[in-house]
């Protein structure tokens, strides 16, 4: 076998895993319900994209509008990935259905932000007779800002089961996740309903 070859075989089994990994993921969201405070915690980027995409293709299929809060990836990026599923995100987004925000503008600027933002999506989500509101965000942008106790600190302020009727999945980097010790892991792990992991 050549090198080429034996390159071309280890990026499709890298693909594979890839897919299974968010295949297992995306099962675990399928189970999520209003109310629901979850951690995820994924491999690497292109399972995140996996995720993200499908997850948030069924959220806007089930007449939820979706809440996308992104670290890691550009919003181009974003939109390119949701494209590979077959979501029309810039036709979502002109209809209200999907909003894409920056993470590290949406919860350091002020950490409440996107929870004051999700609330007032729940009324216009009722408003317009929608399903609900689908909440996926990347928490990335409080290790880039050097803010883990306030990112503790956010996620214990927050209820298992919150008094709002938010689907919210908070996902971590497995990476950014192992950089935090083992108290901190815990204190966020336990402040969720489920842990998400493949």
């Not at 729940?122 to 689908?134: N, Q, T």
Request: proline share 2%; charged share 25%.
């Amino acid at each position: 076998m050549t090198s080429a070859e034996e390159g071309s075989r280890r990026h499709k089994n890298k693909s594979k895993s890839t897919s299974s990994f968010a295949s297992s993921i995306i099962e675990k969201i399928r189970q999520s319900h209003p109310h629901d405070h979850d951690v995820m915690i994924y491999t690497d980027l292109p399972t995140f994209r996996q995720v993200y995409s499908q997850a948030t293709k069924e959220a806007l299929e089930r007449s939820e509008i979706v809440l996308l809060t992104t670290t890691y990836d550009s919003f181009q990026r974003v939109i390119d990935s949701l494209k590979q599923v077959g979501v029309s995100a810039n036709k979502e987004v002109k209809h209200g259905n999907l909003i894409i925000l920056d993470a590290v503008k949406a919860y350091q600027i002020d950490v409440l932000g996107v929870l004051n933002f999700a609330k007032s999506l729940l009324m216009r989500a009722a408003k317009d007779g929608k399903a609900g509101v689908f909440n996926i965000s990347d928490m990335g942008s409080f290790f880039l800002a050097d803010r883990i106790p306030t990112l503790v600190e956010y996620e214990r302020s927050l209820q298992k089961k919150m008094d709002i009727e938010l689907k919210s999945v908070c996902s971590y980097h497995k990476g950014d996740f192992e950089n935090l010790s083992k108290e901190q892991q815990e204190s966020i792990l336990s402040a969720h309903n489920r842990i998400i992991s493949a």
